[in-house]
């Protein structure tokens, strides 16, 4: 059993900052990428920033330069670091993991459960 926990749900004003962070536990054998999508209301769920076990990452174009993602492998933690926070970036924020849960098993993909996050104007 992987359960993916997030923490740091918030309500900030426009130009503020909120972490979300990410805790994998369970049978884990290796975690491959971890990373943030998003899902406003009446959208589809988007990447918001992903990074892999060598400590590479990628980014929505929209939250460059304000959003650092950061992984500690030892933990099997993620956490979103978010700047200049927008009024459009209200959504529910989900981690997510690619893993193997056994050495000669096939990766797979598991979800949080979502933590709101809401900016005001």
């Known amino acids: 059993q992987v359960q993916l926990v997030e923490s740091g749900r918030g309500l900030v004003q426009a130009g503020g900052s909120l972490r979300l962070s990410c805790a994998a536990s369970?049978?884990?054998?290796?975690?491959?990428?971890m990373g943030w999508y998003r899902q406003a209301p009446g959208k589809q769920r988007e990447l918001v920033a992903r990074?892999?076990?060598?400590?590479?990452?990628n980014y929505a174009d929209s939250m460059k330069g304000r959003f650092t993602i950061s992984r500690d492998n030892a933990k099997n933690t993620v956490d979103l670091q978010m700047n200049s926070l927008k009024p459009e970036d209200t959504a529910v924020y989900y981690c997510?993991?690619?893993?193997?849960?056994?050495?000669?098993?096939?990766?797979?993909?598991?979800w949080g459960q979502g933590t709101q996050v809401t900016v005001s104007s």
């Open positions: 997510h993991a690619v893993l193997k849960i056994s050495g000669w098993g096939p990766e797979r993909s598991y």
């Open positions: 369970g049978s884990i054998f290796s975690i491959n990428a």
């Open positions: 990074i892999t076990s060598g400590g590479s990452t």
